[in-house]
């Protein structure tokens, strides 16, 4: 099933052929946000039966959002005697950002996770040490690429904090992990594949158990890092302004992620790609690219799309592609308005790179009813 009305054939042609493997019940759902992924398509949602594609949730497991309403105005925040300029240098100093960037000490709240999480991970019987040895310093980090931290204001001027994040480096290695150990297994039992990142783990066997707890391990550790990240943040705020913030609403969400659930009369294990749970009445959230809307939506529970729905704009050029179509001019102008670190840097993140967000919601609408659609006037992001 497609829901995106903008897809590329090499999209389709990846969506198509990861459909055909034996185990998908009942169907792939594709997002109106679907591109071109590692393995299985970004934008994609897989409910597998006794088998699980570790490629299919992708190397950053947890990968997700949070954003929290305040009592702020945009008003309050542009007459803020210290300007937003200073806002965004002391979110850039509380939170490492970029690639290989960590902290160099726990704070008294990340501290109090990492024990939760060392305590969880033992629970599940590994050692993260074993993938990362500074993974506790990982946490409360942001990460590089098309991970950002954002003031936005809503329709009514009401400002939200909001970011977007995962498990780092540490879940990015168990995922690399468990992609190799999937391939062994495929070769071992002489399965030919149509693309080895198709590899799977067959349920039952010691090494898809070894997955799934780990995997949801690092579920838990990205899901905690959003929350480190967004207690920094609320703190830049508070000492900024000079008021607390009163976090009036969060909402919290994964999307590259696995669970359990119930599809048309089975229950399988969903992975969702770069696409949020979008069950009747479930709060998500939608951003846009660094200089374009993002949105608050809650669930319409299609069963068709397996329940799910976008979880961004998807990208229309790689990286590469992008760096060679656009300029640091052109960066210029599409952050007219927003107050960001003005860097060439960024060029492969300018919105031009993104399917346009309209479209995407467009496609959208029978996944998702639209709460709030928010506007950045602060981002963040790492180089």
Known sequence: MNWASILEPNTRVQAELTATMPFIHPHLALMPDAHLGKGATVGSVIPTLGAIIPAAVGVDIGCGMIAVRTQFTEDDFRAAPLGLAVLRERIEAAVPASAGKYNAELTTTAAARVVTLADKATGSLFDPASYASNWALQLGTLGSGNHFIEVTVDETGRVWLFLHSGSRGVGNKIAQHHIKAAIEQCKRRWISLPDPDLAYLVEGEPEFWAYIREMRWAQEFAWSNREEMMDRVVDCVTDWIGEAVDRQETTNCHHNYTVQEQHFGKQVWLSRKGAIDASEGVSGLIPGSMGTASYVVVGKGNRLALNSSPHGAGRNYS????????????????????????????????????????????????????????RQIVNVNGD
């Open 319 to 374: 990286r590469s592609a992008a760096r060679k179509t656009f300029t640091h001019e052109d960066l210029r102008k599409a952050m007219v308005g927003i107050e960001y670190r003005d860097t060439d840097a960024f060029i492969d993140e300018i919105p031009g790179a993104y399917k346009d967000i309209d479209v995407v919601m467009a496609d959208a609408a029978e996944l998702v009813e639209v709460r709030h659609t928010l």
